[in-house]
């Protein structure tokens, strides 16, 4: 089975879709990646060149990719970085097509908008449209704190409060929402959580934060990818918390050892294969 994953491509680095598609694969998925953008590397670094596609250019590749008539062995829809509000309308119209195809496929919207400390960094208009109709689509959510608040209007500083605005989100149509890096404020500043909520109720899992410096871009789209991979293997979002913990650490270690800016993929490529589960996941 396949996943279409909308998002960035860098020629150096990795994130959206150069830090999505080799994970995927080596958990064994086939991937149809569309590039919203292609930029010479991650704008963390603060000057970069290339450009953002039209939704035009997108429908076109899309709409080849529709000709070979496989659309029904499209399992999952993954969509990160737009570029473009206008690109949000492909993303939705590509989503219907595939579940007009296969009504079990799920769509898994990582909400790329912003993150503390930068605030937003997204093109005007992406952020009203993933609150307003991105995440009404999407049967899974993978928000950061900074975007769950943007996407609840709300404040999170606390359990109950991540579980009002997990509440606030799931009112808009998602069925599991993921806040990926959760640190209410009484939690050591040596760790991190993330904050699950599913039909399974409330859950969060707790790693230790190692002193990256600066804080590595990509964590987000290696998250949602990897926690919609093992989400599609049997339908349990806890076992897919804790099977997504574990790799997303051990990336997180193994890049912290190599002092590298980048995250390191094709090293930590067997820990992502093959997670340990060794964080628990634990039931609020």
């Not at 879709?17 to 958990?27: I, K």
């Not at 704190?145 to 709300?154: N, R």
């Not at 991190?192 to 909520?197: A, E, P, Q, T």
Request: glycine share 8%; aromatic share 10%; proline share 5%.
């Amino acid at each position: 089975m396949a996943i279409l994953s909308i998002q960035s491509h860098v020629a150096f680095g990795h994130v959206g879709n150069r830090v999505a598609v080799f994970p995927l694969e080596r958990l064994g998925y086939e991937v149809w990646p569309i590039n919203t953008v292609q930029f010479s590397n991650h704008t963390g670094y603060g000057s970069w060149t290339g450009e953002v596609f039209s939704s035009a250019h997108l429908s076109l590749v899309w709409g080849g990719v529709k000709a070979r008539d496989v659309i029904g062995d499209c399992e999952a829809v993954l969509s990160g970085y737009m570029g473009s509000a206008e690109i949000g309308g492909f993303v939705v119209q590509a989503v219907d097509d595939v579940k007009s195809a296969n009504p079990n496929a799920v769509y898994c919207c990582d909400p790329v908008m912003g993150d503390y400390g930068r605030g937003f960094f997204v093109a005007e208009g992406i952020p009203e449209f993933i609150s307003s109709q991105a995440v009404r689509f999407a049967d899974i959510v993978t928000p950061n704190q900074f975007e769950a608040e943007a996407i609840s209007d709300s404040v999170i500083a606390s359990i109950d409060d991540a579980k009002s605005a997990c509440e606030a989100i799931h009112a808009r149509g998602p069925s599991i929402v993921l806040i990926t890096s959760f640190k209410p404020s009484d939690e050591a500043d040596s760790s991190i959580s993330m904050f699950l909520s599913s039909p399974k109720g409330f859950h969060f899992i707790t790693t230790p934060e190692l002193p990256v410096d600066p804080p590595l871009n990509g964590a987000g789209d290696l998250t949602a990818a990897l926690f919609l991979a093992h989400y599609l293997k049997g339908r349990d979002p806890v076992a897919a918390l804790e099977c997504m913990a574990d790799s997303v650490y051990s990336v997180f270690e193994r890049t912290y050892k190599d002092k590298s800016r980048e995250l390191r993929l094709v090293a930590a490529q067997d820990e992502i294969a093959k997670p340990q589960r060794r964080f628990e996941a634990k039931k609020i």
